[in-house]
């Protein structure tokens, strides 16, 4: 089970992190993703931890998204900096068993395990 939070509204050029707390199964074992998914698009892959700590970024956040994981509490993080009202979605975080090079990563049906969502929204 997945559960994000820290979504929110917040101006543009401002920042947030979302967190995502894992239960019920081995955390060191997983690959992570984040997601979001805006009104009328597709989920976009944001950001991978692989379980052998790999680290991947879509062109869309490089430099201004940054994930990271805490595995002593069984939760990853996204740290999100210099938004702006194209970042407002819904950011999901996901989970997979194993390690994950981005070309798979990157895609929603490379893992088994979904957080609820947490909705961002990026003022103008």
């Known amino acids: 089970q997945l559960q994000a939070s820290g979504g929110g509204l917040v101006q543009a050029g401002g920042s947030l992190r979302l967190s995502c707390i894992a239960s019920?199964?081995?955390?060191?074992?997983?690959?992570f993703g984040w997601f979001r998914q805006a009104p009328g698009k597709e989920r976009e892959g944001l950001s991978c931890?692989?379980?052998?700590?790999?680290?991947y970024y879509a062109d869309s956040v490089k430099g201004r998204f940054t994930m990271s994981s805490d595995n002593a509490k069984s939760t990853v993080y996204l740290q999100m900096n210099s938004l702006n009202p194209e970042d407002t979605a819904a950011y999901y975080c996901?989970?997979?068993?194993?390690?994950?090079?981005?070309?798979?990563?990157?895609?929603?049906?490379?893992?088994?395990?979904w957080g609820q969502g947490t909705q961002v929204t990026v003022s103008s």
């Open positions: 996901a989970g997979s068993s194993g390690e994950l090079l981005w070309n798979n990563a990157r895609y929603s049906d490379s893992y088994s395990y």
């Open positions: 931890i692989s379980s052998d700590s790999a680290e």
């Open positions: 019920g199964f081995t955390f060191d074992n997983y690959a």
